[in-house]
């Protein structure tokens, strides 16, 4: 197996292993150099009581700088403000320096392998420091009281987080099991208000007052829902009332219809007696014409006799 994974010094390299052999290279020199530079600057050290000396670059930049300003400054000298005569003043020689040593910069084309940026460059990783005994200690006894809530047991402890404290209830799962499970099996811990408030660093309002404005606001819904439910209960009420009133008024109509059309029809039968009354009489003069009856009420009548008489 060993001879199958040696090197054989054979074939091609391939495309990215010479890049990786250029990247690997240039961060090599790029470490000789910066080691030769502290080592030179180490074996030179600057006197304490000796001025600082501006180099090429700071006092390029400097000039630049100095140059870019689109209005003159003002100096405090002797209690008056004067024009700093500096600053009107403008140096090309220093930004034509400033511009060729931008162009002379090295331009860096960045590749799958030189790029230092991935998914987990602005990832939030939490570094907390390890566990002593003491912190063991409280975390087993914030479980005791908490069970496995674990961000009130966060609260215990400053500066951790709930994930911190989950991985730290796995490990000991795994590392204790029985002292786990004897944990939250067993009577739960009463939790002290004044210690927790502590440990905190919170201060906590009195519980007799908070079970106070909790009955207030009790009995405030109460009452609100009181007035609403009398509110809905005159609404209907008032709906029934004006259904009566409305069912009142539409019967007095239909009985006022109703005596109007037999007014009608008494009219309309005194007039029907009064025409055939008009018709029956005859205009024979000196008297009368008496209807005694009809053709067949007198048919009916003769028919009558005829049978009594046989």
């Excluded at 109509?253 to 009489?281: C, D, L, P, S």
């Excluded at 005859?282 to 008297?287: L, T």
Aim: overall charge negative; some cysteine.
């Amino acid at each position: 197996m060993v001879d199958l994974c040696k090197d054989m010094r054979k074939g091609k390299k391939s495309k990215r292993e010479r890049e990786l052999q250029i990247m690997e290279e240039a961060e090599i020199a790029k470490k000789r150099q910066k080691e030769l530079h502290d080592l030179l600057a180490a074996e030179e050290p600057e006197a304490p009581d000796s001025n600082p000396q501006e180099t090429t670059d700071e006092r390029l930049e400097r000039l630049a700088t100095a140059g870019t300003r689109a209005q003159p400054e003002t100096i405090l000298v002797d209690g008056e403000i004067t024009i700093d005569y500096n600053t009107m003043q403008i140096d090309r020689h220093a930004n034509a320096a400033v511009e060729r040593r931008a162009e002379q910069q090295e331009s860096v084309e960045e590749t799958d392998l030189s790029r230092r940026v991935n998914a987990g460059s602005y990832m939030k990783v939490e570094r907390s420091g390890s566990w002593n005994e003491d912190e063991t200690t409280k975390f087993y006894d914030g479980l005791g009281m908490f069970g496995t809530d674990f961000e009130m047991i966060s609260k215990l402890f400053p500066g951790r987080s709930r994930r911190s404290i989950k991985l730290k209830f796995c490990k000991e799962e795994k590392a204790d099991y029985q002292r786990i499970k004897e944990t939250l099996m067993g009577e739960r811990i009463p939790v002290d208000i004044d210690e927790f408030s502590r440990a905190t660093n919170t201060v906590f309002d009195d519980p007799k007052e908070l079970e106070r404005e909790i009955e207030e606001d009790r009995r405030a819904l109460e009452q609100d829902m009181a007035a609403e439910k009398e509110v809905m209960q005159e609404a209907v009420r008032k709906r029934a009332e004006e259904a009566r009133i409305e069912g009142e008024a539409v019967e007095g109509e239909g009985g006022a219809k109703e005596n109007v059309g037999k007014a009608k029809k008494g009219k309309r039968e005194k007039a029907e007696r009064k025409q055939k009354g008009k018709r029956g009489k005859a205009p024979h003069a000196g008297g009368e014409e008496v209807v005694l009856g009809t053709i067949e009420e007198g048919a009916v009548q003769g028919q009558v006799e005829v049978e009594v008489g046989a």
